[in-house]
């Protein structure tokens, strides 16, 4: 009985703690809110999220900025890239340089910074800044100005290579190299042959963005005589003497100088100082795009209103010898070669004469006879050293085999009247002496390659070539390759067609009725 009545006891005990456990989570239940924030959890949120904002903030001005600065760089480098893609190709290409404001030819309008030629003059690029309107004020841009046969009203392409100039900006600066002390750039065209350097300083002040380009003309030939990038330049036609006032004179004829397939846009260079050096007689035409010239008064061809002949005259301090540093050929040694004939009679009774000459040494002058047909050839490539000189008679053939002639003694080489000569891949060389070419004749050759594409060359001082009258319009001198004489002069008789790449000389005369074309590739 006990018990049970424990177990009853501990029953209703156990309930009524259960009971009163209900009760106080229902009592803490209907007490707490089911939404909202602490006084304490609103004061930390208050004081934190301004934090965040701000540093949210300061980032993304720091980003903001930090575009723009990018943004500008971008576009500066890419200003700096723009110019320079172009830059260095076009003055490494330039035969001619200036920096003055509004030279006479300037390609396109604007304030010339740099101006630059090349092809004879027939291609032209200017540098020049242009003032833009920018709302009430005005900025200034780097236009490059293309202009192509001459044409220096119309560009064929204009391009904005940089932009926010400076309204004060400098044109480029020239450099000349130690031969060439002093430049004149600024006040007329010169030859890019005596400058070592073109560098163009640009500012940018809007950005605070500046640079410098710098670049040097194939055409520039050093102290050492070296050529950075490219060959020793010349024009098609060049006058060595410094001192001849007589340098060139060009009688009642044409003497055109070319250049590719054009006609008259070659240049002359001329490196006589002195004023009237080169003459054209009343009627006579010189047909060249310029004159390249040491003289500072740029009065190197004398006035005449009955000539025609080029106005545009550029000064250049460094003329030189485009070929000083070839080497001439050797002489050969061995015994002494002769020439042997044969003789044949035609059905009419004519006697005919044909001479065979192989390679070799020639003490004493072949001599060459016969009548009616005479044909005189030079058999088999090689050297042919005449060492008492060469004279080829009237009314003969005269084939020349590919090799070198060299031709000493007091007549080096002349050929009599009515001569025909044909030949090769040839190189007539004369190291002593005088050489003519006799009257009515007619000289059809092609020159080594391997002597610069020299056909004839003349190394005597004060020597003389002379190609004599013509009688017969259709006899002519017609050479693939070039006349080189560094110390003599070149001169033609009356009624002369003579072809040529090119012709360096010390001076030259040609006669009236000339007809002298240098067509330079």
């Known amino acids: 009985m006990s018990h049970d009545r424990s177990r009853r006891r501990l029953g209703i005990m156990l309930s009524e703690r259960m009971s009163r456990n209900q009760d106080f989570g229902r009592t803490c239940s209907e007490n707490r809110p089911d939404q909202g924030f602490t006084l304490i959890e609103l004061l930390i949120t208050v004081t934190i999220l301004p934090i965040v904002v701000g540093a949210i903030s300061v980032g993304l001005i720091a980003i903001f900025s930090l575009q723009s600065s990018v943004g500008n760089r971008l576009s500066n480098s890419g200003d700096a890239q723009m110019v320079s893609s172009t830059y260095l190709k ?59 046969f001459g044409n ?16 004060s900006q400098g044109p480029a600066e020239i450099t000349c190299s130690s031969t060439a002390p002093t430049c004149a750039a600024s006040t007329q065209w010169i030859s890019a042959a005596g400058v070592s350097a073109v560098t ?55 003497l055109s100088v070319n250049v590719g397939t054009g006609t008259g846009n070659g240049v002359l260079s001329v490196a006589s100082t002195c004023p009237g050096a080169v003459t054209v007689s009343n009627g006579g035409t010189l047909a060249a795009s310029s004159v390249i010239t040491a003289d500072q008064s740029l009065n190197t061809i004398a006035t005449n209103a009955q000539a025609t002949y080029p106005s545009n005259e550029y000064y250049s301090t460094q003329l030189s010898n485009p070929f000083a540093a070839l080497a001439p050929p050797t002489i050969p040694t061995g015994p002494s070669a002769s020439c042997t004939y ?34 005189i050839n030079f058999s088999g490539a090689g050297t042919y050293y005449f060492s008492q000189g060469l004279i080829i008679p ?40 005088a050489a003519s070419f006799g009257n009515n004749g007619t000289i059809s050759m092609s020159a080594l390659s391997e ?27 017609s050479i693939n390759g070039g006349i ?36 330079s590739p």
Do not use: H
């Open 342 to 375: 044969t003789q044949t009679t035609d059905a009419s009774g004519n006697q005919n004469f044909t001479y065979t000459c192989p390679p070799g040494v020639y003490n004493s002058p072949p001599a060459f006879s016969g009548t009616n047909t005479v044909t």
């Open 90 to 148: 076009d003055v490494q290409s330039s035969t001619m340089i200036t920096t003055q404001a509004t030279s006479t030819p300037q390609c396109g309008a604007g304030t010339q910074l740099l101006g630059l030629q090349w092809d004879s003059g027939q291609t032209m690029v200017s540098y020049s800044a242009i003032q833009v309107p920018n709302g009430p004020s005005f900025t200034y841009s780097l236009v490059r100005d293309y202009c192509t």
């Open 451 to 477: 002597y610069d594409s020299i056909a004839i060359w003349d190394a005597v001082p004060s020597g003389t070539i002379t190609i004599g009258d013509n009688s017969n319009v259709s006899s002519n001198a």
């Open 394 to 433: 009237n009314n003969v053939t005269v084939d020349f085999a590919t090799g070198t002639y060299i031709f000493d003694g007091t007549t080096a080489l002349s050929t009599g009247s009515n001569v025909t000569m044909d030949g090769s891949n040839l190189l007539f060389y004369i190291g002593s002496g």
């Open 200 to 254: 163009l300083a640009i500012s940018e002040p809007g950005s605070k963005f500046s640079y410098s380009l710098t670049a040097t003309p194939r055409a520039w030939t050093s102290a050492s005589g070296g050529v950075p990038g490219g060959g020793v330049p010349y024009a098609p036609f060049t006058l060595l003497d410094p001192n001849s006032c007589s340098a060139l004179r060009v009688g009642q004829g044409t």
């Open 484 to 519: 080189y004489m560094p110390q003599g002069s070149l001169i033609t008789g009356s009624n002369v067609t003579v072809a040529a790449t090119f012709i360096v000389t010390d001076t030259a005369t040609f006669g009236n009725n000339l007809n002298l074309t240098i067509t």
């Open 152 to 167: 220096s009203v119309s560009p064929s392409l204009v391009s904005t290579v940089s932009y926010g100039l400076s309204a």
